[in-house]
Each structure stands twice: as structure tokens, then as C-alpha cells.
């Protein structure tokens, strides 16, 4: 079946503006993850849901991130006045809920802050 | 809380030469271990896991590791290598009991040359 997919793929915004990021998980996950890939920081992890569960969002870097899923399926980042430090690549990935499972990953969405 | 290190940030080897990834965790907490590699352009993929059971895990691609707890290492290792398994490596934990997200080291470039 499809894997998990992310969109846009590039996403080039000016400093201070809003963006928002797609995921769309394997049907039937109902795990959810966003990390983050950058030079500086390597692979972080951002924020997790489980099914209808409170969110972990013990690794957004500041209140300008916050991200929602929609429906136990679809989940939106939205960062909120970008910064030039935000410009990374931004990773998805879902998977069954169990523990220690595997995490299946989308090809991720470069975004640059100019 | 847990980290984790990959003290070889590049690591070239020629082709059909045994390769063996570093990796060493510290965590105060039983954790499950996992190898992803990354191509260019691409998102993360599964190597291998190690959950419970036997210390030597065999993954895709010919690569295996070995989980030592002693020395809270879990090196990833291949006897012979080709120019496909040119890519990044990452070593990561998540804690028993304690969520899905990851925590990743740094990361490994091998460098398969001819």
C-alpha cells in the first residue's frame, strides 16, 4: 500500500511568515510523529499523537510550533512566524500502536527561511 | 534521559570490504534499538530493531548488530559492502514503556569507494 507522504516537498518562505506542512500517515497507523532534520541539531523528535490521546509535544522548540491530526488520520505543523534558525527538513512517520514497532517515514519537506 | 552516540561522523571503506557502524547508548531505562539509514533525498528506513531476545539481529540489505548491554553498545556491521549501501546511518533508542519517539545519534556517512 502507499506509505506515508508529505507535502510540499520544498517549501521556501520568507522570514516571518507562516507555514503549514502536511503528513498523511499509512492507513490504519494511529501513531504519529514529527522530527526534525537540520545541520546544527541533527534528528530531532518534535510531537507524537496516539490516537485520541493528549499529544507529546515535549519537543517542539517554542510556542511558534504546533501541529494538530485531524480525524485520528491527516496531521498539519504549523509554524508561526518562521525564523531563519527554523529552516531544516521536516520528517513524518506513523506506526501501529505498539511499542518499539517500526516507524515508517515520509520523504519529508525541506523548508528554508530566507 | 537517554542519548545517543555515533562517534564516527564518516566512515569510507572500498567495495566488498566489512564495514562495522559504532553505536552507544546511555539511558537510565531499558530501551529498544533500532538502525535506519537514510539516502540521499530520502526518508529514514529500517535497518533492524533489537526489542528482546537474541543479542544479534539480522536486518535487510545483509547488515546485523549486535546489542551488548555491558557496554551499551549496539554496532551495526555488514561483511561486504557495495556501492549502494552509500548512504547515512543512524542509530536510535526509545524507551520501554516510555512512547515511541525516537532519540537519535548524530549519524554515520558511509562512503562505499570502488
Known amino acids: 500500500g502507499a506509505g506515508v507522504s508529505q507535502s510540499p516537498s520544498n517549501k521556501v518562505t520568507e522570514k516571518g511568515k507562516d507555514v503549514e506542512l502536511r503528513c498523511d500517515p499509512i492507513?490504519?497507523?494511529?501513531?504519529l510523529y514529527w522530527y526534525r532534520q537540520s545541520l546544527g541539531q541533527g534528528l530531532e523528535f518534535l510531537i507524537y499523537?496516539?490516537?485520541?490521546?493528549?499529544?507529546?509535544k515535549s519537543g517542539l522548540p517554542s510556542d511558534r510550533f504546533s501541529a494538530e491530526r485531524t480525524g485520528g488520520s491527516v496531521s498539519t505543523l504549523t509554524i508561526q512566524r518562521t525564523q531563519q534558525e527554523d529552516s531544516a527538513v521536516y520528517l513524518c512517520?506513523?506506526?501501529?500502536?505498539?511499542?518499539?514497532?517500526?516507524?515508517?517515514f515520509g520523504p519529508g519537506t525541506r523548508l528554508t527561511v530566507t | 534521559a537517554q542519548s545517543v552516540t555515533q562517534l564516527d561522523s564518516q566512515v569510507p571503506v572500498f567495495e566488498e570490504a566489512p564495514v562495522e557502524l559504532r553505536c552507544n547508548y546511555s539511558?537510565?531505562?531499558?530501551?529498544?534499538l533500532f538502525w535506519y539509514v537514510q539516502y540521499p533525498n530520502q526518508g529514514l528506513q529500517l535497518l533492524l530493531k533489537?526489542?528482546?531476545?537474541?543479542?544479534l539481529v539480522k536486518g535487510i540489505n545483509g547488515f546485523e548488530a549486535e546489542f551488548n548491554k555491558s557496554q551499551t553498545s549496539f554496532h551495526l556491521r555488514k561483511p561486504s559492502v557495495h556501492i549502494s549501501d552509500t548512504a547515512e546511518y543512524f542509530c536510535?533508542?526509545?524507551?520501554?514503556?516510555?512512547?515511541?519517539?525516537?532519540?537519535f545519534g548524530t549519524g554515520t556517512q558511509l562512503k562505499v569507494e570502488l
Open positions: 512517520a506513523s506506526s501501529h500502536n505498539s511499542y518499539g514497532v517500526e516507524q515508517y
Open positions: 492507513s490504519g497507523h494511529t501513531a
Open positions: 499523537f496516539q490516537g485520541n490521546s493528549a499529544p507529546d
Open positions: 539511558s537510565s531505562v531499558s530501551v529498544y
Open positions: 533489537y526489542l528482546s531476545g537474541s543479542t
Open positions: 536510535a533508542v526509545t524507551l520501554k514503556g516510555g512512547g515511541n519517539k525516537l532519540t
